[in-house]
């Protein structure tokens, strides 16, 4: 059959519904995962899927697939993407697919996947295009059964969190599949909830499920300002990413979120490894080695993180994107919900919350930055700058995703987006005079290797 190559991306498998991806596609590509299945040896797949109106027909199709190729499928239903990683667990299947378009518009579906505990990506799902190429298929007859692993979820969490205090919060589910969950699973920590979009509509009516976004954070600070809840917590649309914002409107972005969540890893398990990706705060380092931890930067992408600390066994990892990697005390997977509450837990035992968030360090910096170029050449970008760019008076270029430039008093990063054709930057540095030489510096960088590019600084 004809399948678009190009939905075949670095961490999942994502498309346009009814365009590139079809009922047909999926079909197809479940009984590619199915037959890799049974090459690794696994016998059972969960699946669950977000709150997307297309996810029942292509969450049934992938199944239909699974089965096709000998294996049984536990369909848990409209769950956030962390719940369909936990039923792995839960149900002891190893194995699971979630039918997600994560934080894409309304019209993108699309699949993340885990067979024997590890998230494939990369050659991983290459590899599937490719038995679907060849005809590497395995006949087979699986069954579909249904669980329901909600109830099981909320009380391994709530078994887990214990708040120092009743706390008040605002929670915003953006019409995500989070809002199926998060109330109830906030109340039952003892707090109060002001729910914001916690209806599933999957054509995300009210304002996009993407919290790295500030301006989707604007009903939650507005939220704050009208009522007495003391913080704010936001979900993507699948539920694995968190967006915190403070009382007075403060956003603390996930690399601040991560310091916090050192500390309190750290304080039980000494010596631990702290991974966080190239687009994190230059402060993380210092703040990790105070209180006795090892940090390692490494590769953006949640695949390649959870890869990272499966093989080094560190208790905790983050991302500036808003995904956390919890080991210690649950299970590795990156997950918004059990962040949230965890991040509860720790605030709770302040006497003032919104204090603890603000006092962590910060940095003048700005957001992602995206450079748009046809497909392919922001890899040729960065392979060139990393090649040939002269970068004078910096103390070290990282190259271990991108190209990132560390100075005395700030960063740069440019790196290739896996997901789109861009290339991503970033800056930060102690002051706005710092950053503007450091970005002096990498336009003058970045003409040199590749002329007459529309830069976004």
């Known amino acids: 059959m004809q399948i678009a190559a190009e939905i075949f991306k670095a961490y999942d498998i994502r498309g346009i519904v009814d365009k590139t991806l079809t009922v047909e596609v999926a079909r197809a590509i479940g009984h590619a995962l199915g037959s890799e299945a049974v090459a690794r040896g696994q016998k059972t797949i969960a699946v669950g899927r977000d709150g997307r109106l297309s996810g029942p027909a292509l969450a049934g199709a992938l199944a239909e697939g699974i089965c096709a190729a000998g294996v049984d499928v536990i369909d848990v239903g409209c769950v956030p993407t962390p719940l369909a ?60 059964t ?13 078994g887990d969190i214990r708040l120092a205090r009743p706390m008040k919060i605002v929670v915003d589910c953006g019409n995500g599949v989070a809002g199926a ?12 909830v002001t729910e914001l979009f916690c209806e599933v509509d ?8 993407d919290p790295s976004k500030p301006e989707n954070l604007q009903d939650v600070v507005r939220a704050l300002r009208e009522t007495d809840a003391e913080i704010g917590l936001a979900f993507d649309g699948d539920g694995d990413r968190l967006g915190v914002v403070t009382k007075d409107g403060q956003i603390i972005y996930p690399d601040r979120q991560l310091m916090l969540f050192a500390e309190d890893v750290l304080s039980r398990v000494p010596g631990g490894q702290i991974i966080y990706d190239v687009k994190c705060t230059r402060n993380l380092a210092g703040w990790i080695r105070e209180r006795g931890g090892e940090p390692l930067m490494w590769n953006t992408g949640h695949a390649l ?25 649950w299970y590795g997977f990156d997950d918004g919900l059990y962040a949230g509450a965890r991040l509860l837990e720790i605030l709770s035992a302040r006497a003032d919350a919104n204090a603890a968030l603000k006092a962590l360090p910060d940095a003048v910096s700005t957001p992602e ?12 970008l960065v392979k060139r700058l990393k090649a040939q760019a002269d970068f004078a008076g910096a103390d ?33 540095a102690d002051s706005e005079a710092a950053i503007a030489r450091i970005q002096h510096a990498f336009r003058a960088a970045i003409d040199a290797v590749w002329p007459g590019l529309a830069l976004p600084f």
Do not use: W
């Open 85 to 144: 990683y936990f039923a792995a667990y839960h149900l002891n299947t190893d194995s699971c697919v979630s039918v997600t378009g994560s934080h894409n518009p309304p019209d993108y579906n699309g699949f993340k996947m885990v067979l024997g505990g590890k998230t494939l990506f990369g050659e991983q799902i290459q590899g599937l295009l490719q038995r679907i190429q060849t005809g590497d298929l395995v006949e087979g007859r699986g069954t579909i």
């Open 146 to 158: 249904q669980a329901d692993v909600v109830d099981a979820y909320l009380d391994r969490v709530v």
């Open 181 to 192: 969950i998060a109330p109830t699973l906030f109340r039952r920590l003892g707090c109060t």
């Open 202 to 209: 999957g054509s995300f009516p009210n304002h996009h499920p």
């Open 305 to 329: 993180v959870k890869a990272k600390l499966r093989e080094t066994g560190a208790p905790l990892a983050g991302e500036m994107s808003g995904h956390m990697f919890f080991k210690e005390r």
């Open 369 to 380: 930055l995206n450079i748009k170029m046809a497909e392919g050449e922001p890899f040729e």
């Open 396 to 428: 070290e270029v990282i190259t271990i995703d991108g190209v990132r430039v560390e100075y005395a008093d700030g960063f740069g990063l440019a790196r290739p987006s896996n997901t789109t054709p861009v290339v991503v930057l970033r800056f930060e």
